[in-house]
């Protein structure tokens, strides 16, 4: 089955380094997501991507992240410069669908990566 | 705007007893609703959705859910529980009326069920 991927599993940086978390989803998928979870915390939606361009995002995403397709097939998220605030678990995530007939389907989740920012 | 509500930080069940993980919405359109689960270590696994059509949904291991529009909720449930159904469990909304990209997650609810 199908699945989403997501390196590295955990990253440990210093604060004011840049970090890029690197996801493969699923090949036919043409929505894609990043997440984040703070320990114990609820799942916080950070952007969306549709189309090679940010669809959506949230007020969380401010301009030290930025997210990237490079190749057809790696979803990355960029943090320039992290903060201490930033550790928490990343997911990325994944859907099908077509404009407008896109929006009922399930997304599918990779696995996390933990950032930890010291 | 978009909001999702689960009052029950914990919930506890005895195995084969009946289990609810409440969830209520705030959207300001129609909604498409979601249930995830969470086991440790690990991402977020769809459920079961609510699209249209019959108000009760049933989707993996067992569980179903069911959709009140009167009462804007959308509660989990499974006839009898099981040890492994053991994780945390979230509900999520996407209002169907705004190109359908956004999706919120309720805070999560831990389902603890004992043999």
């Known amino acids: 089955e199908p699945e989403v991927t997501q390196t590295p599993s955990h990253q440990v940086t210093q604060m004011g380094q840049e970090v890029i978390l690197r996801c493969v989803p699923i090949s036919n998928h043409l929505y894609f997501y990043w997440y984040r979870q703070i320990l114990g915390q609820k799942v916080e939606f950070l952007v969306s991507?549709?189309?090679?361009?940010?669809?959506?995002k949230s007020e969380i995403f401010d301009d030290q992240f930025s997210v990237e397709r490079p190749d057809g097939s790696n979803f990355t998220l960029k943090i320039r410069s992290t903060k201490l605030e930033d550790s928490a678990m990343y997911f990325c995530?994944?859907?099908?669908?077509?404009?407008?007939?896109?929006?009922?389907?399930?997304?599918?989740f990779g696995p996390g990566t933990r950032l930890t920012v010291l | 705007a978009q909001s999702v509500a689960q009052p029950e930080d914990q919930v506890n069940v005895a195995e084969g007893n009946p289990l609810t993980v409440k969830c209520t919405y705030s959207?300001?359109?129609?909604?498409?609703l979601f249930w995830y689960v969470q086991y440790p270590n690990r991402g977020l696994q769809f459920l079961l959705k609510?699209?249209?059509?019959?108000?009760l949904v049933k989707g993996s291991y067992g569980f179903e859910a069911e959709f009140n529009k009167s009462q804007t909720s959308f509660h989990l449930k499974k006839p009898s529980a099981l040890v492994s159904d053991s994780a945390l469990y979230f509900c999520a909304v996407r209002d169907r009326n705004t190109g359908g990209f956004k999706t919120i997650f309720g805070a999560g609810t831990r389902l603890f069920v004992k043999a």
């Open positions: 995530a994944s859907k099908t669908g077509r404009v407008g007939a896109g929006a009922n389907n399930e997304q599918f």
């Open positions: 991507f549709y189309n090679n361009e940010i669809s959506e």
């Open positions: 609510y699209i249209t059509g019959d108000n």
């Open positions: 959207v300001s359109g129609n909604p498409y």
